[in-house]
């Protein structure tokens, strides 16, 4: 055998075949593309072409229980948020938005794959969905995102300052374009639901508050938020889109919901006092918001309302303490003696001190302020307390009492 026939049978073992064109295998054929399984278009963008799904919804449409469209004014939900200047005139230039991203740590790495957002109309509500089919069309995903939120004047979302909008602005850099949410006026819904129903929810992820609070049930199709990425990895091998019909779902609700958060909770800021407002815990935590935002009167009324409702014993003893105390700050003694004398009453330590405090230098009726210091170290002793703190109310109430003594005495 020769050099010659020997090199060749060594490359034929090794599948080598000379004088061969070996063709290249096609590209294995999508059978179930974006379009064919969801109705929409693909929007003709400068960097191509992005798929776009929309829904529209009329005035009136109900989310869960709770309207899309505020019936209310939105002055203190936009003072919260501090873009005062904005109000019920402006609602057509709201944005409501939520990412579906390859990855849910945020950094660098991670982009969004489909973005929703929600607009009102003269007609409603028109929501958006854009979907990028390959990371290659990410540009044209940004840039149809851009054209959809045009004259934007303030983004609601829902954790959307520590999630979306960084990252967003992120991918906008990164592709060389302008991010259209750079210094608008951000409407983060989630800080507002803790203050408003931490209370009385275990939860304030956007599901369990809008299943608790706008009566939403989501349907079958729902697919949950963790495996949203491995979904889209998935599609990106296989390109069969038909699961991510349960992703377009997923991120329509999540939309939808913001805007019945944003619509109830525009109705609980403007009437806090309404009788729709069915819970108690709810009336106190709408006190605890109008305390921090420095409308004392409106604050007032409401302790005052929930101290008369049926409020659990331990919220029951933490709204009178918040009370006492601004009216204290308030200077209306006579309210705030009347309520640290029932939490007295109920072996609350710091009421004690606090009648102790009043009485030796607002009332200067130095008698009456060492009987209620003695009462505090007699109520003190028989509290089952930690060590350390049962020190510093001992050390305290000791100081005051050496002070009156010594007072007493000149």
């Known amino acids: 055998m020769t050099d010659w026939e020997s090199l060749s049978k060594q490359l034929k073992n090794l599948g080598v075949e000379l004088g061969k064109e070996k063709r290249l295998k096609k590209p294995r054929a999508n059978k179930f593309p974006i379009e064919q399984v969801l109705e929409g278009q693909f929007w003709d963008v400068i960097y191509g072409q992005v798929f776009c799904h929309e829904e529209h919804y009329p005035i009136g449409h109900l ?148 299943g608790r609070i706008l009566g939403v049930t989501r349907g079958e199709q729902e697919v949950p938020g963790y495996l949203i990425p491995e979904m889209y990895f998935d599609y990106l091998k296989t390109q069969d889109a038909r699961p991510m019909v349960g992703i377009f779902y997923h991120n329509a609700i999540d939309i939808l919901s913001l805007a019945g958060l944003f619509s109830h909770m525009a109705f609980l800021l403007h009437k806090p006092h309404s009788q729709e407002i069915s819970h108690a815990e709810d009336t106190a935590s709408l006190a605890r918001f109008f305390e921090s935002s420095g409308d004392t009167a409106q604050a007032k009324a409401l302790y005052q309302q929930a101290l008369q409702e049926k409020l659990p014993d331990t919220l029951y003893w933490e709204v009178l303490n918040k009370y006492s105390f601004l009216l204290k700050r308030s200077s209306d003694w006579p309210g705030a003696i009347a309520l640290w004398e029932k939490a007295a009453q109920a072996q609350h330590q710091y009421a004690f001190e606090e009648l102790a405090k009043y009485y030796e230098h607002h009332a200067k009726d130095l008698v009456e302020a060492h009987e209620w210091a003695s009462r505090a170290i007699t109520a003190l002793e028989g509290q089952y307390l930690p060590a350390y703190e049962y020190h510093l109310w001992k050390s305290r109430l000791a100081h005051r009492l050496d002070r009156l003594h010594r007072k007493l005495a000149c």
């Not at 592709?175 to 507002?192: A, K, R």
């Open 63 to 210: 989310h869960g229980e709770k309207p899309l469209w505020p019936s209310h004014p939105i002055a203190r939900l936009s003072q919260w948020a501090n873009a005062g200047s904005l109000s019920c005139s402006d609602l057509h230039n709201f944005i409501f938005l939520d990412t579906e991203t390859s990855g849910l740590a945020g950094g660098t790495g991670t982009y969004a794959f489909e973005i929703g957002v929600g607009r009102f109309t003269d007609e409603g509500f028109r929501l958006a969905q854009f979907f990028m089919r390959h990371p290659g069309e990410e540009s044209a995903l940004l840039a149809g995102l851009t054209s959809f939120v045009d004259g934007m004047q303030a983004v609601v979302t829902y954790n959307g300052k520590s999630f979306d909008i960084p990252l967003l602005n992120t991918r906008y850099t990164l592709m060389g374009l302008t991010s259209p949410f750079e210094q608008v006026n951000h409407f983060d819904l989630l800080p507002l639901a803790r203050r408003l129903w931490r209370t009385r929810l275990e939860s304030c992820t956007l599901s369990n508050v809008e």
